[in-house]
């Protein structure tokens, strides 16, 4: 009688240290910008439990941003107008065009910062960039932020403000998108609006998003320290967010979702160097096999949330991609 063998143990792959230069096949601009921030210390966060670690952590990112936040404001060529929708404050930056079809459509935009930054004059800016950069009207959402409004609140902040503007113009299309935590949100606002029976978005822009919270995927390895905007996972962020709940929980991972259910047109970017490359690259299978429209954009050399905010030919390429894909599907 055959003895019954096990399968061998997984063995992991054993790197040598090494040096990675930034490559020759990218912009000078991109490369500077590798360089740059290569040299940024890599960022530690308390444990979830611990508040006041927290809000120290909130206030050293405010200190970090609010002297990009102020050059980015004060470059934007958008009218900003704050205002509150659904009881939201909410940003709605408005860029200097004057063709009317753009009046046809509007983008719901939803900021990063791992869930608990970016609150504010972070949220107002990125708002600005994204209808500068894409020449559309945009309203950005200042969701509630943890420790003091964890999971669902954001969420539900979002989905508000989205059912208050299909309300008021149910006869314009409303885009969906956001960057790395605000893709997270995106993604899962439009799994929200579809369950609750609502029209869906026309499209969904998802940017370099955290689609799952478990942070699974194999470029949370192999990426580490080699993205050098977001040099490790964010797993304190995500439980602090989470606050208990099951991180598979598709309103927290849109990554596990039923998309045979449904789901718009999706847009999808990363980089080859971006730590949640694997979020993307899973997501984009998942919604192809769901009979999906989906796109993967993945830009050479690109870290989390692209090239720094200087005028990079790849950065541009983005904005410029994004406007395709929104002409396309408004």
């Given at each position: 009688?055959n003895?019954?063998t ?27 910008a ?12 308390p444990?979830p439990g611990d508040l006041?670690?927290w ?8 200190a970090?941003?609010?002297p990009?936040?102020?050059?980015m404001?004060?470059?934007c060529r ?7 929708v659904?009881?939201i ?15 046809r ?8 910062g ?18 500068d950069?894409l ?5 950005s ?5 943890p420790p003091?409004?964890p999971?669902?609140a ?5 989905f508000a ?7 008021e113009?149910?006869e314009?299309?409303?885009?969906v998108g956001g ?6 949100l ?16 026309a499209?969904v ?12 995927g194999d470029?949370?390895q192999?990426n580490?320290l ?7 996972g964010?797993?304190?962020?995500n ?21 045979t ?6 847009l999808?970017q990363?980089g080859t160097r ?11 299978r998942?919604?192809?096999?769901a009979?999906?429209d989906?796109?993967?954009?993945v ?28 002409a396309r599907h408004?």
């Amino acid at each position: 009688m055959n003895a019954v063998t096990s399968p061998p143990a997984l063995a992991p792959v054993v790197l040598p240290a090494r040096t990675i230069a930034p490559p020759t096949t990218i912009s000078a601009e991109a490369r500077a910008a590798l360089a740059f921030a290569a040299t940024i210390p890599v960022t530690s966060y308390p444990a979830p439990g611990d508040l006041e670690g927290w809000q120290r952590a909130t206030q050293a990112s405010a200190a970090v941003w609010d002297p990009v936040v102020a050059q980015m404001l004060a470059a934007c060529r958008c009218r900003i107008e704050t205002q509150s929708v659904a009881a939201i404050t909410t940003y709605l930056c408005t860029p200097p065009v004057a063709d009317n079809k753009h009046e046809r459509y509007i983008y719901l935009y939803i900021h990063g910062g791992a869930f608990v930054f970016g609150a504010g004059r972070f949220a107002m800016a990125f708002g600005a960039k994204a209808a500068d950069e894409l020449c559309v009207r945009t309203v950005s959402v200042d969701y509630r932020t943890p420790p003091a409004h964890p999971f669902p609140a954001a969420l539900e902040d979002c989905f508000a403000v989205y059912r208050q503007l299909l309300a008021e113009a149910p006869e314009r299309k409303i885009v969906v998108g956001g960057s790395s935590a605000g893709g997270n949100l995106a993604a899962a606002l439009t799994l929200l609006i579809r369950d609750r029976g609502l029209r869906r978005p026309a499209a969904v822009v998802l940017l370099t998003p955290e689609v799952d919270l478990t942070e699974s995927g194999d470029t949370f390895q192999t990426n580490a320290l080699l993205d050098v905007n977001l040099k490790r996972g964010v797993p304190e962020c995500n439980a602090l967010y989470a606050a208990g709940h099951d991180l598979r929980d598709p309103y927290l991972s849109p990554l596990f979702a039923d998309f045979t259910l449904g789901f718009p047109p999706t847009l999808i970017q990363s980089g080859t160097r971006d730590l949640f490359l694997s979020n993307s690259v899973l997501l984009h299978r998942r919604l192809r096999r769901a009979g999906i429209d989906a796109e993967l954009h993945v830009w050479e050399a690109m870290p989390h949330a692209g090239f720094g905010f200087g005028a990079v030919p790849e950065n541009e390429e983005i904005a410029t991609e994004v406007r395709h894909f929104i002409a396309r599907h408004c």
